[in-house]
């Protein structure tokens, strides 16, 4: 999420956001005076884009008051998995799409009403709703396309300063290293100190192995998605090209530039990254952290294979606490937040995040917005749901990314890795 003329483009953003919410036209709430807690997770962007809506609603419903409780992305997590057994939640809980099936049995089924699950398949893109619909039952409405595959961020000042044409011209991921290899910078010790493509952190790294197994003709589950298949000629194909880009081409160092030490985004951002593996949604944190940064583009990636089909997390959205004494006018706030399409937008402006609703992608005013979030947009239609896994959290984070880095850092082997993440991944299961 990116760029161009950086402290403005931020204060429009945001004003965007807090001026552009359109009233409701659903259901009226009650009369009488009612008091609405929204739990989510804590960034700014997000969080003004939610504000926006609550102060849009209660100019709509004067009677409704809306309070945003805010938690650190680690605390969240822990707060819903002891909050929610104890019916302690609030009464609209943002949820990861993807977590929202392992909630479901805490989580009150949207009423007909509101939408039903053939109507939300056709509002939203596969990959967004995928997450949100368990066992026939809708329970949330998402609000963005969280892709985490394919879009670099490029330094523009760097490209031109080695000598590199810009816009990039890449037909082949073999053209994108030739450039990082021009991009490489060390010092006089032989020491990294700007990766030319750095890929390594968690999300880029688990959604490119995916998508490169998907794309090589291979699958990671099994044919009725009861377990995993990661130890496949297509998945070792993958992680032997991941590590050729450290031992043959030299692009990125995996000890200097990982999860933990120069995390891909603020690599970037501080100049430590010339290509730069990340969703658009980490340009708006960028921004914040480094409004003074220069001129950046936001480019795809050449895939392999026919086409560029990859997997897609069901992305950040709203649900409803079956606990709430007013679900009625909750429901009536999350399709007003995410299901009315002038409303889903704004906040997809104001928080730098690709829209959930095709006709919101496709629209000027975001391209007007966020330009670089465009370049996308042919990719979408190719996006799968990355399935309904036991623990998501623990496959991406704990088991694939770990493997992969340490194939890397050439602590393991490829076979080693496979072998761990095919019997590590599919013990979730029990």
């Known amino acids: 999420m990116n760029r161009r003329v950086l402290t403005l483009l931020l204060s429009g953003l945001l004003i965007l956001g807090m001026a552009g919410c359109r009233p409701s036209t659903g259901a009226s709430p009650e009369a009488g005076a009612v008091t609405l807690r929204l739990w989510v997770h804590q960034n700014p962007t997000f969080e003004a884009g939610y504000?926006?809506?609550?102060?849009?609603?209660?100019?709509?419903?004067?009677?409704?008051?809306?309070?945003?409780?805010?938690?650190?992305?680690?605390?969240?997590?822990?707060?819903?998995?002891?909050?929610?057994?104890?019916?302690?939640?609030?009464?609209?809980?943002?949820?990861?799409?993807?977590?929202?099936?392992?909630?479901?049995?805490?989580?009150?089924?949207?009423?007909?009403d509101v939408m039903t699950v053939e109507q939300a398949q056709q509002l939203y893109y596969a990959a967004p709703i995928g997450g949100y619909i368990c066992d026939d039952t809708l329970y949330g409405l998402p609000q963005e396309f969280n892709i985490e595959y394919g879009g670099v961020l490029v330094n523009r000042a760097m490209y031109e300063a080695a000598g590199l044409t810009y816009p990039p011209q890449w037909e082949t991921m073999d053209d994108v290293l030739r450039d990082a290899q021009a991009l490489v910078q060390r010092d006089a010790a032989g020491v990294m100190t700007v990766a030319g493509f750095d890929f390594i952190s968690t999300d880029p790294t688990a959604f490119s192995f995916l998508a490169g197994i998907l794309q090589r003709g291979g699958d990671y589950w099994n044919a009725d998605h009861t377990g995993f298949t990661f130890n496949t000629p297509e998945a070792r194909e993958t992680l032997e090209w991941m590590l050729s880009t450290v031992t043959e081409w030299q692009v990125v160092d995996p000890v200097l530039f990982n999860d933990t030490t120069n995390w891909v985004g603020t690599a970037f951002f501080s100049g430590q990254a010339a290509i730069a593996y990340i969703g658009p949604w980490a340009v708006s944190m960028g921004l914040t952290d480094y409004p003074d940064f220069g001129e950046f583009g936001y480019f795809v990636l050449p895939h392999v294979g026919d086409e560029p089909i990859f997997v897609a997390d069901s992305g950040w959205g709203l649900s409803v606490s079956p606990n709430s004494e007013h679900q009625d006018i909750a429901w009536d706030f999350v399709r007003f937040a995410a299901a009315e399409p002038a409303n889903a937008l704004q906040w997809n402006i104001t928080s730098s995040t690709i829209p959930a609703i095709p006709e919101n992608a496709e629209s000027a005013e975001l391209a007007q917005a966020l330009p670089w979030i465009t370049e996308e947009l042919s990719q979408l239609p190719y996006g799968r749901y990355l399935g309904t896994m036991p623990d998501r959290d623990q496959v991406m984070y704990q088991i694939i990314y770990p493997h992969i880095l340490n194939v890397l850092q050439q602590v393991e082997t490829v076979d080693q890795a496979l072998a761990a993440i095919d019997a590590e991944a599919n013990a979730t299961f029990r």
Do not use: K
Request: aromatic fraction near 12%; include cysteine.
């Open 51 to 112: 504000q926006a809506l609550i102060d849009a609603y209660h100019q709509a419903h004067p009677n409704v008051t809306i309070t945003m409780e805010t938690f650190d992305y680690s605390t969240y997590i822990q707060t819903l998995q002891t909050a929610m057994p104890a019916g302690e939640e609030a009464d609209i809980v943002q949820m990861f799409g993807t977590w929202v099936c392992g909630y479901a049995g805490r989580l009150a089924p949207a009423p007909a």
